[in-house]
T-cell receptor, first 112, second 113 residues
Framework: NAGVTQTPKFRILKIGQSMTLQCTQD?????MYWYRQDPGMGLKLIYY???????DKGEVPNGYNVSRSTTEDFPLRLELAAPSQTSVYFC???????????FGDGTRLSIL | AQSVTQPDIHITVSEGASLELRCNYS??????LFWYVQSPGQGLQLLLK??????LVQGIKGFEAEFKRSQSSFNLRKPSVHWSDAAEYFC???????????FGKGTRLSVIA
């Protein structure tokens, strides 16, 4: 019973590099989300998706891109990494927008 | 601006003491309300939720929360805290329909012997 799986768990990037954070869920959920968590700031929504082929911006989308080609996968891409993107990133999913979200264990990303 | 407020950044309680964590929201309609817990290095786990009906809801790990419409509050309580309850607690709100979840900034709970 995997739930929401995020890879990698940790990553260090240099400024200007790019990378993709992977997120997959096995619960057949339509809704998927990406958040970033910074100390003392709670979770901020980056992007979300209500189904395959549909994505929408959250509160802090700048510097990120997403795609949703399948129900299971919702990767988050950083094109030109900046120190301000150092954070812990969480992926989550639910069957409908007002249902409880299931969270992955997070990806801790440092950009130096 | 519409928001979710957790007034207490950090709370310290003694093991066995009671606990109340505060949460206020500023949305017009009654939203969907949640409390999540995050242990260090982990993702978020749902403690309880309120959609409608009985305003006192029970959750996992002995937690409960009470929705008070007149105060726009959804405070989390536990009668007797255990050392394993030390974690960060987040109140979250779905303002209406299928709009995305909005989180408070969290309250960090420390438990002392």
């Amino acid at each position: 019973n995997a739930g929401v799986t995020q890879t990698p768990k940790f990553r260090i990037l240099k400024i200007g590099q790019s990378m993709t954070l992977q997120c997959t869920q096995d619960m057949n959920h339509n809704y998927m989300y990406w958040y970033r968590q910074d100390p003392g700031m709670g979770l901020k929504l980056i992007y979300y998706s209500v189904g395959a082929g549909i994505t929408d911006k959250g509160e802090v989308p700048n510097g990120y891109n997403v795609s949703r080609s399948t129900t299971e996968d919702f990767p988050l891409r950083l094109e030109l990494a900046a120190p301000s993107q150092t954070s812990v990133y969480f992926c989550a999913s639910n069957g409908r927008g007002n249902q409880p979200q299931h969270f992955g264990d997070g990806t801790r990303l440092s950009i130096l | 601006a519409q928001s979710v407020t957790q007034p207490d950044i950090h709370i310290t309680v003694s093991e066995g003491a009671s606990l109340e964590l505060r949460c206020n929201y500023s949305y017009g309609a009654t939203p969907y309300l949640f409390w999540y817990v995050q242990s260090p290095g982990q993702g978020l786990q749902l403690l309880l939720k309120y959609f409608s009906g009985d305003t006192l809801v029970q959750g996992i790990k002995g937690f409960e929360a009470e929705f008070k419409r007149s105060q726009s509050s959804f405070n989390l309580r536990k009668p007797s805290v255990h050392w394993s309850d030390a974690a960060e607690y987040f109140c979250a709100v779905v303002p209406s329909g299928n709009t995305p979840l909005v989180f408070g900034k969290g309250t960090r709970l420390s438990v002392i012997a």
